[in-house]
């Protein structure tokens, strides 16, 4: 907890320590700062009027620092239906606000939320290290703010080097290629967009990938930045190759033989496709074809050999 009056220090204090948590306190912003490096807490309260650093510089101060980033901070405001100074905070990156006065279950509830949210959001950060899909962040100019052990490995370079890099030039993507055009202007209409791309990995081989990215909003609803998920999709796009080129191979016979083929239904003996030979035979246009069964060109006690031989 950090205040410059050390009467409401004392009671925020005691009324937290009593509900079982551990405190420290300090007087000032810098003070804090430095303390928060040292003792690495889970949460911060600060009063936003405070001499030198006040409580809006801290928590910029604070959301800018590589360790501190994502602790949750509570600002405390002893100025009533303050909605500027609300908004101000919650601008630089306070979670939520108190009044003073305020009453006690009021800061023990909020101070509840706030602990059980950032042990949610660790356990996300988690689970986002452990996955094996692709996962970053970047800024609203392209640029990498964070990114997974997945992806750094793909990039085959550390996520220290990554950061501040453009995303597109990291996997080799030309933004304003045909493909990417239209799902930009998704983005910049702060729309989640979806898209596959050939990128090429660290060992300078080429990956097919399917790429979701979707806006970050901040608490006032607004676009701070965009996080991706980029899965790796390179068998499954052969798998898909393998599969039109052997229905391509399929047709190219099935329409050049010179012996006439059809296909057709064992429900109900109609034509489902039929081959150039089997028109020029029969004499029948295709769409005739499609619209008889194969009772309609052999005689009917030619048809359960006919089936047999097919």
Not at 62 to 76: A, C, H, K, N
Not at 137 to 162: P, Y
Not at 176 to 195: A, C, K, T, V, Y
């Amino acid at each position: 907890i950090v205040n410059d009056l050390p009467d409401q220090l004392e009671l925020m204090a005691g009324l937290l320590r009593k509900t079982g948590y551990s405190v420290i306190t300090a007087e000032d912003g810098l003070e804090a700062f430095n303390l928060a490096k040292k003792e690495h807490p889970d949460l911060v309260i600060s009063d936003v009027s405070m001499p030198g650093i006040n409580g809006l510089d801290f928590c910029r101060l604070l959301r800018t620092d590589d360790q501190l980033g994502s602790i949750p901070i509570l600002l405390v405001s002893a100025q009533r239906k303050d909605t500027e100074t609300v908004v101000a905070g919650l601008r630089a990156g306070a979670d939520d606000y108190l009044e003073v006065p305020f009453d006690s279950t009021r800061l023990v509830a909020k101070v509840s939320r706030l602990l059980e949210r950032s042990r949610l959001e660790a356990s996300y950060r988690d689970l986002v290290e452990q996955a094996s899909d692709m996962i970053f962040t970047q800024d609203l100019s392209g640029r990498l703010t964070n990114i997974n052990v997945a992806g750094a490995r793909f990039l085959g370079r550390s996520r220290q080097e990554l950061i501040g890099e453009s995303s597109f030039s990291l996997f080799g993507v030309d933004p304003l290629s045909n493909g990417f055009s239209g799902s930009l202007n998704q983005l910049r209409d702060n729309r989640e967009f979806r898209h596959q791309f050939v990128a090429k990995g660290a060992s300078g081989a080429e990956h097919w990938l399917d790429l979701i990215v979707s806006p970050i909003t901040d608490r006032m609803d607004e676009a701070v930045g965009f996080r991706g998920l980029a899965r790796d999709i390179t068998e499954r796009k052969q798998f898909e190759l393998a599969l039109r080129d052997s229905e391509e191979r399929y047709r190219l016979l099935f329409e050049c033989t010179p012996q006439p083929i059809w296909v057709y239904s064992e429900e109900t003996n109609g034509f489902l496709a039929v081959n150039e030979a089997a028109i020029r035979i029969y004499g029948y246009t295709r769409d005739e074809f499609l619209s008889m069964t194969i009772d309609d060109i052999r005689p009917g006690e030619d048809v359960p050999a006919l089936l047999i031989k097919s």
